[in-house]
């Protein structure tokens, strides 16, 4: 017993002593239990625009794995989310789905204003990358925009280009069979996957490489792009729903 440790003390000091080791026990396992539930990440999720990219699938696909994750998920049908600039403020990430839509400037530059202050953004294909065409500020958050996907659903290959890189260490090239997004992208942006054109569909851009995966910061914010993701079954191929899911993780600086 412990108290033999302490033979030369009085009783009272021995009573003391321990009281301060329960003490201490109790206050570290309180300053941890603070500290854990500070660590909680906190995600907004938007879904909306376009139903063909499915929006409310991709919902119920992302939300249930996001809060296993440990994430606080506090989802939204409606832009006006953006609106709230001091709750925008306080979420770790941003996860948009919203394809071909219309933003006010306030909701805009409530997003833009998070993001640039170190919120971060994940998103895929048109839900990101083409949801609202008539904003540049936007689309330099992005760092791409959707312009064309030639032949629509198509079998294509996507190349991993980063073998080192967290999003995309230990996958290989794989097969898709969907639309193969033609965008323009930013040069800035950090490329970790690509796709080649064939020409069959266009001829002119034949051979053309063209970004699929990409990370890039915007202000103190981290922006994640994958352009997979046409439809939610896209995200029963092991590889499209690992890359978002791991792009995720790090525009919500989960480990850094
Ligand atoms: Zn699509």
Known sequence: MMIHFLPKLSHYSRLAFLGFILFSFTASFTYLGQAQTKKQKSVLFVWGGWQGHEPEKCRDLFVPWLKKQGFSVEVSHTLDAYLNQE?????????QVYTM?????GQEKGLLNAVRSGVGLAGWHGGLGDSFRNNTNYQFMVGGQWVAHPGGIIDYVVNIKDHQDPVTKGLSDFKMHS?????????????LATTTFSGKYIPWIKGVVMP???KKMYGKGRVF?????HAAKDFELPEVLEIMQRGILWAARVKD
């Open 87 to 95: 709750k925008m403020q306080s979420y770790d990430l941003i996860i």
């Open 225 to 229: 792009y994958s352009s997979l993701g």
């Open 101 to 105: 839509g219309k933003i006010t400037g």
């Open 179 to 191: 639309e193969q997004y033609y965008m323009h992208v930013d040069p800035g942006v950090k490329v």
């Open 212 to 214: 699929v995966v990409w």
